[in-house]
């Protein structure tokens, strides 16, 4: 049967990745049809999904900044948007009792209360697919998403931990010393290699976390998160979360069978989830970006990181069982649920495939949520004398950076929406400051008169698509550049208005080979 699980989700993945959706869409039909087949999911598939969801949380933590938890937009929208949606939810929830209609049992305050708070929650595993396929897990945006999701887990936990009465043993005192570790967990990593012993370091301590904190009566899903924490900011753990990628993709297509596979919802369910999709998403949605703008968030950050948020959670599905078994509310309740999980992916998707074009298609009404006021920590864009941009301080925006500059010093600038990657250029003496190439304020607020050449070196090639399209809004008249990986990109970059683009993986092999000729010209003479 494990055969048929993969090529059913490998037919629906791919089926939906060809109509632009992400394959997680596919996924979810495929843990419906293979429960329409008779199949069941079984110990094996859970297993599957647990283990998803444990190296989904360790690489978060692998990449989360702590200070980003702290900052009010964070911790202060996470905190208000759960408490202001259970207040309105569980009033929505309470109409058809107050009427005295039944509605699935009559609900009292305490089971419209557990509901409210399931659905309070949006999923981590959704919001981390998509920002991670459009490369902007290290965005200002990402980071607000990621902040507000983990400050939720948070919450989720503790309440786990409180509703199953499982409360930490006396043991549990002693991960405290688990910092002190760090030194010789880094230690470690760093003499793993890039093999298969880095893998295999990864996944160890992602499971032995879990493992570690269920022993002295605490959830797995927290202790991997933070053991993950614990080796984030170290030289090696980009590298890590990227070698664990493939392996926590793959585990999590066992997530999305196993929410499918159990029950096939019935008519009144569809209808009930259908309302909390069409009803109540749009009121969770609205609160989310309402909430931010007032904490001074610009428009167009708050909309992406609420387009991250618009959905509802996998935690919910876990809260709402616990609720279940308690007997708060009825079991029905867990595929509704189920079901809303999954159309709200299903929407989600679909939104989140073109979200940058559907902002600049709104753009001028979101400006009117703006505050007066910006953070603190906003600093207009600001490129000096620069002639020539290099957009993605990456590996490649680097080495285009630094090649550039030894031509043309200080007319050379470059831009990244990851302050750690600005931060650490800035430290070298590099003219590089922050901004993101697919905020269409950016190019308003920036001077780029006197840019003759722009250099795109972004993470996908939709983002400088996206990024073009801007520049031709704002009058760019220069030229453009882009690296692409493969050829069919490049034809589509020179579609969009590209004016040179370079095949990666083919000019590095020219590059070394130009840089090889170069130094034997330099050394020959010399070995005569």
Not at 328 to 335: A, P, S
Not at 338 to 350: M, T
Not at 438 to 461: N, T, Y
Not at 465 to 485: C, P, R, T
Request: with cysteine; aromatic share 10%.
């Amino acid at each position: 049967m494990d055969f048929l699980w993969l090529l059913i989700a490998l037919a629906l993945g791919f089926t939906a990745q060809q109509i632009r959706l992400p394959p997680l869409v596919g996924f979810l039909c495929a843990g419906f049809a293979l429960h329409a087949l008779g199949i069941e999911g079984g110990p094996a598939l859970e297993k599957f999904a647990d283990l998803g969801i444990t190296l989904l949380l360790f690489t978060i933590g692998l990449k989360l900044r702590l200070r980003n938890l702290l900052a009010p937009e964070v911790w202060g929208t996470a905190c208000l948007h759960m408490a202001s949606l259970i207040v309105i939810l569980v009033g929505l929830l309470l109409i058809p009792t107050l009427m005295g209609l039944s509605w699935l049992g009559v609900l009292d305050w305490q089971a419209a209360a557990v509901i409210s708070f399931a659905l309070s929650f949006s999923s981590t595993v959704f919001a981390v697919k998509t920002l991670e396929d459009r490369g902007e897990m290290k965005s200002r945006h990402g980071q607000v998403a990621i902040g507000i999701l983990i400050i939720q887990d948070i919450i989720a936990v503790i309440f786990l931990t409180l509703a199953t009465d499982k409360s930490p043993t006396l043991w549990a005192l002693l991960l405290l010393c688990l910092p002190f570790l760090r030194p010789l967990l880094n230690h470690f990593m760093e003499r793993s290699g890039h093999g298969e012993i880095l893998v295999l370091f990864g996944i160890f301590m992602a499971i032995g976390g879990g493992e570690l904190f269920e022993l002295v009566g605490m959830k797995a899903d927290l202790g991997a998160l933070i053991i993950g924490v614990m080796l984030s900011g170290q030289r090696k753990s980009g590298e890590l979360s990227r070698t664990l990628l493939s392996f926590k993709d793959l585990f999590l297509i066992g997530f999305f069978l196993s929410i499918g596979i159990n029950a096939l919802p019935t008519m009144s369910d569809l209808v009930i989830a259908v309302g909390l999709v069409l009803l109540v998403l749009p009121i969770k949605t609205l609160l989310f970006f309402g909430i931010l703008t007032r904490f001074r968030i610009r428009a167009r950050t708050a909309y992406l990181s609420t387009t991250s948020l618009a959905n509802y959670s996998e935690f919910g599905l876990i809260v709402a069982a616990v609720g279940g078994g308690a007997g708060w509310i009825d079991q029905q309740w867990l595929m509704i649920i189920a079901i809303s999980l999954s159309f709200s992916f299903v929407i989600g998707s679909i939104v989140n495939v073109r979200v940058h074009s559907l902002y600049a298609s709104i753009e001028h009404y979101l400006h009117y949520f703006e505050t007066d006021k910006r953070l603190a920590s906003y600093v207009r864009p600001d490129l000096g004398d620069a002639e020539i941009l290099v957009v993605g301080m990456g590996r490649v925006g680097s080495g285009a950076y630094l090649a550039m500059r030894e031509t043309y010093a200080d007319m050379v600038y470059g831009i990244d929406a990851d302050i750690d990657k600005v931060n650490s250029h800035q430290r070298s003496g590099h003219q590089v400051i922050l901004g993101d190439a697919e905020d269409i304020d950016f190019w308003h607020d920036v001077d780029i008169s006197k840019l003759r050449l722009i250099m795109l070196a972004m993470p996908s090639m939709r983002d400088m698509q996206q990024a073009v399209k801007f520049l031709n809004n704002v009058g760019y008249s220069g030229a453009i550049a882009a690296v692409a990986k493969h050829d069919d990109d490049r034809i589509a970059l020179e579609a969009a208005g590209v004016h040179e683009s370079f095949n990666f993986y083919a000019e590095a092999g020219a590059g070394f080979a130009e840089h090889a000729r170069q130094q034997l010209e330099i050394k020959t003479p010399s070995t005569r």
